[in-house]
């Protein structure tokens, strides 16, 4: 049976992108509403299913919310592109889990933590899933973020960032 270009772009896609998780320090346990109240800073790279790759820089600002939660503004510079802001809102939900909004996001977002692992799952407004990792490092200040965005169960994009708690 002979396949067309278009039959075959799905499975080479699906080759082109690296699903690995970042891995966490041994026996780390990550608090986020902790990691992110005060300053921190993101740098990475945004490599898209087109072939193209941006620099991504984003400066947070968060702050407890008075009852275990986190609220946490971002400013986000991709490539070339005018600075966005984005907001999050978390809610403890159970031990080990969060709920919350995202400005970005359409319906909630849902954080599972364990150890020093934290899963970030929702879906954008534009309807593509996002499943987000983070992972604190040895030094309890850093965490590796490997953020996969699908369309279709296709990956299509995929930002590998090291954010560092700056207070």
């Not at 082109?16 to 026996?27: E, F, I, K, L, R």
């Not at 802001?85 to 159970?94: A, D, E, I, K, Q």
Request: one cysteine or more; a positive charge.
């Amino acid at each position: 049976m002979r396949r067309t270009a278009a039959a075959l772009l799905p499975l080479a896609l699906a080759g082109c992108m690296d699903d690995s998780t970042p891995a966490a320090a041994p026996g780390a346990t990550l608090d986020p509403v902790a990691f992110f109240a005060g300053r921190s800073m993101g740098e990475g790279t945004l490599d898209l299913l087109v072939g193209k790759s941006e620099q991504i820089r984003v400066r947070s600002l968060g702050r407890r919310d008075g009852n275990g939660g986190l609220v946490l503004v971002q400013e986000i510079r991709q490539g070339d592109n005018a600075p966005r802001r984005r907001s999050w809102t978390l809610r403890p939900n159970g031990a080990g889990r969060y709920t919350g909004e995202l400005t970005d996001a359409r319906g909630p977002v849902d954080v599972e933590v364990a150890g020093g692992l934290a899963r970030i799952r929702y879906t954008m407004k534009n309807g593509m899933a996002v499943d987000q990792t983070l992972a604190l490092q040895p030094d309890g200040r850093t965490l590796r973020n490997s953020f996969n965005v699908r369309k279709f169960g296709i990956q299509v994009a995929r930002l590998d960032e090291v954010i560092r708690k700056l207070d």
